[in-house]
């Protein structure tokens, strides 16, 4: 599916749902800001641009917009690959006593209900949660939406080759609620596709 032009409206709705610990809460003092692993640098903050030239090397067009306000720094990257649309949202930027860079990491999608699909929608949401690790389905009958979000908080440190995996996590689960617990329930009039965000 597309994500259209009521992606970026319906953001901050699925962020305030996606993410219950404040900015203050994720932020932690640590000494050690990066360290060396076997493995690579492990990161205890990430800028846009790392995270879009980890977008781009694993296939997806990424675009980077700060929508923060007042100067402050929060950044939604919209990414894309084969119709399947999805944003990651950098939040918790630049918390005093930390290192320059966000915290956390948002993972989000959304889908339109097909009509009338809401009590059964409900129950495929209830059961993905209790079933799934990874992930979090909400749902907005007013809008008539389904939001899929995954949230990260990178300050104890995390590779870049971690964060690439939870973004393949995050689409293949993406897939999995669309097309098995969601199947029939979406709206996929003119997506052009059977996963992804919804306009």
């Given at each position: 599916m597309r994500v259209?032009?009521?992606?970026?409206?319906?953001?901050?709705?699925?962020?305030?749902?996606?993410?219950?610990?404040?900015?203050?809460?994720?932020?932690?003092?640590?000494?050690?800001?990066?360290?060396?692993?076997?493995s690579g640098t492990l990161y205890t903050s990430v800028e846009p641009a790392l995270i879009q030239d980890m977008?781009?090397?694993?296939?997806?067009s990424a675009s980077?917009?700060?929508?923060?306000e007042r100067g402050s720094r929060e950044f939604v990257i919209m990414a894309e690959q084969d119709g399947f649309?999805?944003?990651?949202?950098?939040?918790?930027c630049d918390i005093p006593d930390n290192p320059r860079?966000?915290?956390g990491i948002n993972f989000f999608t959304t889908w339109d209900l097909r009509r009338g699909s809401a009590r059964d929608a409900e129950e495929a949401a209830a059961a993905y949660n209790a079933d799934q690790p990874f992930g979090k389905v909400t749902l907005d009958?007013?809008?008539?939406?389904?939001?899929?979000t995954h949230y990260m908080i990178v300050d104890g440190g995390i590779s870049r080759d971690n964060i690439a995996e939870y973004t393949t996590l995050f689409v293949?689960?993406?897939?999995?609620?669309?097309?098995e617990?969601?199947?029939?329930?979406?709206?996929?009039?003119?997506?052009?596709?059977?996963?992804?965000?919804?306009?």
């Open positions: 259209g032009s009521r992606t970026l409206s319906t953001l901050a709705f699925a962020l305030a749902c996606a993410a219950t610990v404040s900015p203050w809460q994720v932020a932690s003092a640590q000494s050690g800001r990066m360290g060396a692993t076997q977008l781009e090397e694993l296939g997806f980077v917009q700060n929508i923060g649309i999805f944003l990651v949202n950098l939040r918790a860079g966000c915290l009958t007013a809008e008539n939406a389904v939001y899929f293949a689960a993406s897939s999995i609620l669309a097309e617990y969601m199947d029939g329930l979406l709206d996929q009039e003119g997506t052009g596709g059977s996963q992804g965000g919804k306009s």
